[in-house]
C-alpha cells in the first residue's frame, strides 16, 4: 500500500468513526453526516443544511425601514414640486399661445403625473415578493424532492427559496430579488420589478418633456442679451475671437438672469433638474432592460462567475417579461399552484 491509499484509508475509518446524528430542517430526518462538512443535502427534500448557522438578530431593520420611508416622502414632495412648479411656469405661456395648445399641454402633464406618480407608488408601497408559506420540518409530509436547493434563511427562521434572498433593509427575503432601491424606498423583486421599470420610463419620459417644455418657456420669459459692437472684435482671429465671443455670451446671459422673472428662475431649476434625474434614470433603465435581456437579476449578475451561464441571452426574455400577467408565476410556478401551511 503506497502513501496516498493509506491516508485515503485512514481518511474513511475516521469519518466513519466520527460521523454523527444530526436533524434535517427540512423535514426533521435524523441524517449521518462528517462533523467537518459545512453544509449539507437532504437525500429526501433536497434542503441544504449549514450546520454552522446560528440564528441572526435583524438588527436596526426598524430605523432601515424609517430612513427609507422618509426618503421616499422626501422624493414625493420633490415630484409635486416640479409638477406643481412646472404647471405654474409653463401653464400661461401654452394658454397665451391658444386654447387648443394649452388643453394638449395641459392633458400631456396630466397623464405624465399620474403614471409616474402611481407607478411609483405600486413599486415603492407593493410587497417585492413575500415568499409563499410551504410545509416543512415534518416527515413524512415532506415529500420527496419538495424542499430541493431550499435553504433555512437564519433572519427569518422560515425555508428560503433558491431564488430568494433576504434583504436586510426589507426585514424579509424577497422573491427573485434584484436588489434593494433606495429611490423607491423598497427592494426590487418578483412583485413589483415590472411596476419599476415602468416607473423609470414613465419618469424618463416625463423628465425629457418638462425639461423640452422649461427650454421652450424660458424663450418667452428671458430678456434678450446685451451685445457687443463688432469693432469690439477687430483684430482678434481664431482661437482669440471664439474665446472672446464665447466670454461676452456668457456675460450677457450672468448680465440678463438678474432681470429674469421669478417664473424664468423656475424654469432654470426645472430644466437643469429635469437633465439630470433623466441622465441617472436612463443609465439605470438601460443596466435594467440589459440584465432582463440576459434572464437575470442584478443580484444574480454579480453572483455568477464567468463561464457559469444558466440562462440564454434572448430578446424572448423582455418579451416575456412585460407579456406574461404575472413575473411572480413567471418565475415560481409550482409553488403558487400548491400554496401549504407551515406545521412547524
Ligand atoms: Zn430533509
Ligand atoms: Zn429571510
Ligand atoms: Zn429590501
Redesign the pocket.
Known sequence: MDFATATQGEHYVTALIEDHETT??????R?LVPPYAPAFK??????I?NQNAVKIENKNFKWRRLRDRCFVGVLVVFMLIVIGGGVWAICPIVFSISYFCGSIHSSIAVVLSISTLSTFGLAAFRSAGTPPDILWGS?PA?KKGE?ENFTFCQYCSKPKLPRAHHCRSCGMCILDMDHHCPIIGNCVGAANHRSFIIFLISAIISTIYVSIMSVYAAFYFWPPLSHKPIHFFNGAVGQKLLLRTLKDVLFAFLESTLFVPARGLVLVYLFIASVSIQISLSVLLWQQFCFIYEGKTYLSHISTSEGDETTEKDCQNLIQFFGCPSTTTRFLPIYFSSRKKHKK
Not at 434535517?24 to 430526518?29: K, N, R
Open positions: 434535517c430542517w427540512g423535514c426533521g430526518l441524517l437532504c437525500f429526501w427534500c433536497g434542503a443544511t416527515y415532506v424542499l
